[in-house]
């Protein structure tokens, strides 16, 4: 792909793109759409997009790739069938260094299936001879059976009495039918010849491959006599319908004998035939296997150009072509010298034109990414492609994404392991990378998503030492700072002790959770307060953060207004709730005693809406002066909700008219309809924007609350995944160390149960609560962080670009769809 | 000589690094009574004791594990590498 820019923003915002016009001669311009190709930096506009399919140029030889394209798949195939394996391919696969037909892979291509069918029909043709042969040879051994019980079935036996009644002859009728239609055989026989034909059935003891289908049949031989030429008829007509096959047979032993000795030569021969044809076809197609590859690329390739040149216009004299595409500015110096390379292969006089353009259509998004950032981009992208140069969020989710799913995730131990998978998927990035194509999904999903991984591996490990939990256990690095009571009486029953945090505590423990937390019966109680608040705490952040950028936005596109009337209310209507919350959260941590009757802040907040104006009572109040700075903060935040919503319509119209009103005094005639069709339009242009404020700002508030609430899922994950861990531990660990002592075999109950324990760990702990987090933690981003300044309305820059259409079928698939 | 594939090796050696690791951890902290663990433990003093050596003697079981499994992964890298990588053809 094309150079990376030395300097300036390369993630921040999507690059700066360059609509340009090129004018290729004809001569060169296969070859220089070919070096394009190679070079993969331009994303050429379909100049006839109006135009039918059947009208555009190259349409013969886009027929002719499809056809080509056909043969080789019906090839592929037939090698795959045969499990005929090529080693894997390490290297991206060779451009094609003939011009412009390939006319020797088209006549080799063609050449090759049609032998390959011609090869098949035969065979096929082959194995059915060989059928009906082996057929016969049944029907030869089992009229054995039938003429050799006696006399009895004789012809001439039957009508020994009567002389000259040569019409009384008895004739019969050998074939093999499948076993399963016999009842129905029987039946049908006996009923329509009204018990006047005389069946007999012998199975063929070994089962027959049916040559079609490829499965094995059983099948029996039948003999059935008759009298008469109507009857005749009638049992040909029977045998047909049901699909029993007749062979000739003599009623001479002698002469039967010479026929089946006749077929078992032929048989052999069949074989023999058969053999040598399968042989044949399996070298053809190893041999082909060696190639095919190297024609799939090229035939890729060929379409390719050709799909884009008929995107090209062609200018009046039919001489060239004109082209038009979209390229990173800082690609146009490697596309020039690509178009001039191009034409030098070509060995043409005229050399291409390119120039830039300008246009009024939003250009393509695009971020330069590395290994590392491209994962997170992709998982942004998902959810929308940037608009064209507004603030990429994948930038921040490379740092707040593993923030967020460590929260939520939470354990030492677990973190450390995503860690080292990340860090071992990472490791043997060079082994992975060329066998991506032979991975099953899942394993590639991991694959891609290794530095994500490696990354989520430091948030939970972090967020575990925050937490202090190892596999549900606590560390006790720093020395708790609860002292426990002296009395060592308590130490050995089952009371509980209750410490005073007035009493009992020196200092905050250094970093994280206390460790005599985690054997406190009330530790649920504490951790749900502290978790839930950190939670808030950490949503106004990120929201306040997604306003900030919005801000930047605004500053960038010059949308004044906005930044008055959109962003500032925002932040203050988020602050004067949300972030006064948070406010309480840190003054309670800090100035209130912990020997009172805590206030709840949760009823604060409810009463500072509630009920407004009215005094505090005693128990509830938590700072002097607190009615009177809510009653403040209600009330401007109010004020905020008109201001979002009014404010910028109403400036926007004020300007139109102050615009349109010198427009406006030229027209005398104010039952021109074109007047009142304009002003129907800006009635409703104008309409439009007040339903899009209110729109906006109803979202807005409404979502200040139900944002924040969302966030408390940071909370709501990591409680279930400690608890999930606990749990785990005490139901099955926990019996392992106390059912049994070592000397009765306690340590093999240890070593069952810590498998267990272990594999439980994996699936649960690690992959569902993982994918769960990660889930979660997208969300986050996606619609809590997002929707405070993301438009997310761009579209990808796919450029023209072998190497992508070669690893993805799908582009060009999509392509020749048209 | 091989009786694991090449996938349950890998498995079972990393299963039994882990163990390893763990229960020798786990026996020491038994052994010293450290007090986060005093709820796996009955309320007499031998009972850590106890657990403790369980933990060593479970330890040392899934380092025998770990050594036959690597043993097996070795044999399994040494059978594949003789094959070459194949792959169907990819259209």
């Known amino acids: ?818 | 000589m091989r009786f694991c594939g090449p996938k349950s090796s890998t498995c079972m050696f990393l299963l039994s690094v882990w163990g390893t690791i763990m229960l020798l951890i786990l026996g020491v902290c038994f052994q010293t009574q450290s007090v986060i663990l005093f709820k796996d433990v009955d309320y007499e003093p031998t009972a850590w004791q106890n657990v403790a050596i369980s933990c060593y003697i479970s330890g040392g079981m899934y380092a025998v594990i770990g050594v036959i499994s690597y043993w097996q992964k070795v044999v399994n890298d040494r059978y594949l590498a003789l094959e070459p990588e194949t792959t169907s053809i990819m259209f």
């Open chain 1, 1 to 818: 792909m094309a150079s990376h820019p030395s300097e300036g923003n390369k993630l921040l915002r999507s690059t700066e793109m360059a609509m340009v016009q090129m004018f290729l001669n004809q001569e060169c311009a296969y070859d220089c759409v070919k070096e394009l190709g190679e070079l993969g930096a331009v994303q050429f506009l379909d100049l006839q997009k109006g135009v039918n399919v059947f009208q555009r140029s190259f349409v013969s030889e886009l027929k002719r790739g499809d056809e080509l394209e056909r043969k080789l798949r019906y090839l592929a195939s037939e090698i795959n069938q045969e499990g005929i394996t090529v080693p894997l391919e390490f290297d991206l696969p060779q451009a094609p260094n003939s011009t412009i037909t390939d006319l020797d892979i088209d006549s080799m291509t063609t050449s090759l299936e049609t032998e390959l069918r011609e090869v098949n029909k035969n065979l096929a043709a082959l194995r059915h001879s060989y059928i009906d042969l082996m057929e016969l040879k049944c029907v030869l051994h089992a009229a054995d059976q039938f003429f050799a019980k006696g006399s009895a079935w004789s012809t001439q036996s039957v009508y020994t009495a009567e002389e000259g009644e040569s019409n009384r002859h008895l004739n019969f009728v050998t074939g093999v039918i499948e076993r399963a239609k016999v009842p129905l055989f029987d039946r049908v026989m006996w009923r329509s010849c009204r018990g006047n034909v005389f069946v007999k059935i012998v199975e063929i003891p070994d089962n027959m491959m049916d040559p079609d289908t490829n499965e094995e049949v059983e099948k029996s031989v039948f003999i059935c006599f008759y009298q008469g030429n109507q009857l005749e008829k009638r049992v040909k007509k029977i045998c047909d319908g049901l699909g029993a096959r007749t062979y000739p047979c003599n009623e001479k032993a002698s002469k039967r004998h010479t026929v089946r000795d006749e077929v078992t030569t032929r048989l052999s021969e069949m074989e023999d035939i058969i053999s040598q044809t399968v042989e044949y076809r399996l070298r053809q197609l190893n041999d082909m296997s060696i190639e095919i590859r190297g024609w799939i690329v090229k035939i890729k390739k060929w379409r390719a150009i050709y799909y884009t040149m008929s995107k090209f216009s062609v200018n009046e004299a039919h001489t060239g072509f004109v082209a038009e595409g979209w390229v990173r500015v800082n690609d146009l110096e490697s596309v020039r010298q690509a178009l001039v390379k191009g034409a030098t292969i070509a060995g043409c006089a005229v050399m291409p034109i390119m120039n830039r353009v300008g246009t009024a259509v939003t250009p393509p998004t695009h971020h330069y990414t590395n290994k590392l950032t491209h994962g997170y981009q992709v998982i942004i992208d998902a959810y929308g492609v940037a608009s064209y140069q507004e603030i990429n969020p994948a930038i921040f989710t490379v740092i707040t994404f593993p923030f967020l799913f460590g929260i939520m995730f939470g354990d030492m131990a677990h973190g450390l392991f995503f860690f080292l998978f990340g860090l071992y998927m990472v490791y043997k990035e060079k082994h992975l990378e060329p066998r991506k194509h032979i991975m099953d999904e899942i394993a590639l999903m991991l694959y891609y998503g290794r530095y994500i991984i490696l990354m989520m591996g430091v948030g939970a490990s972090y967020a575990g030492l925050l937490y202090n939990e190892i596999y549900s256990k606590g560390l006790d690095i720093f020395g708790t700072s609860w002292l426990m009571p002296n009395d060592t009486e308590i130490y050995t029953s089952d009371d509980t002790v209750t410490l005073d945090p007035s009493t009992d505590y020196t200092q905050p423990y250094f970093y994280g959770i206390d460790p005599m937390w985690i054997m406190a019966e009330n530790m649920l109680t504490f951790l749900n307060s502290y978790k839930m608040k950190m939670a808030v705490i950490l949503g106004l952040c990120q929201m306040t953060f997604g306003l900030f950028v919005s801000l930047v936005n605004y500053k960038y596109y010059g949308k004044i207004l906005d930044i008055w009337f959109t962003f500032v209310p925002q932040l203050i209507f988020l602050w004067c709730i949300i972030g006064y919350m948070c406010f309480l959260i840190f003054y309670k941590w800090f100035f209130i005693d912990s020997g009172k009757e805590q206030p709840s802040l949760l009823i604060a907040m409810i009463d500072m809406f509630l009920s407004f104006g009215e005094d505090i009572s005693e128990d509830d109040l938590i700072y002097e002066g607190q009615k009177y700075v809510q009653m403040v903060l209600v009330v401007v935040a109010l004020c905020m909700v008109p201001i979002m919503f009014a404010a910028k319509p109403l400036i926007e119209q004020y300007n139109k008219n102050k615009d349109t009103a010198s427009y406006e005094r030229l027209s005398y005639d104010s039952d021109d309809e074109e007047l009142i069709e304009r002003e129907r339009n800006e009635a409703q242009a104008r309409l439009d924007m007040w339903v899009n404020q209110a729109i906006h700002t109803i979202e807005f508030c409404l979502g200040c609350i139900s944002n924040t609430a969302s966030y408390l899922r940071l909370w709501a994950l990591s409680l279930a995944h400690s608890e999930l861990s606990a749990v785990l531990w005490d139901m099955t660990l926990y019996y392992g160390f106390t059912t049994l002592p070592w000397d009765e075999g306690g340590f093999i109950l240890l070593f069952l149960i810590w498998a267990f324990w272990a594999v439980l760990t994996v699936v649960i702990l690690l992959c569902m609560e993982g994918l769960s987090a990660f889930l979660h933690a997208l969300r986050l981003h996606w619609v809590e962080f997002q929707n405070k300044f993301y438009g997310g309305e761009g579209y990808k820059f796919l450029p023209f670009c072998f190497r992508l259409i070669l690893e993805n079928e799908e582009n060009l698939e999509e392509i020749s769809n048209m």
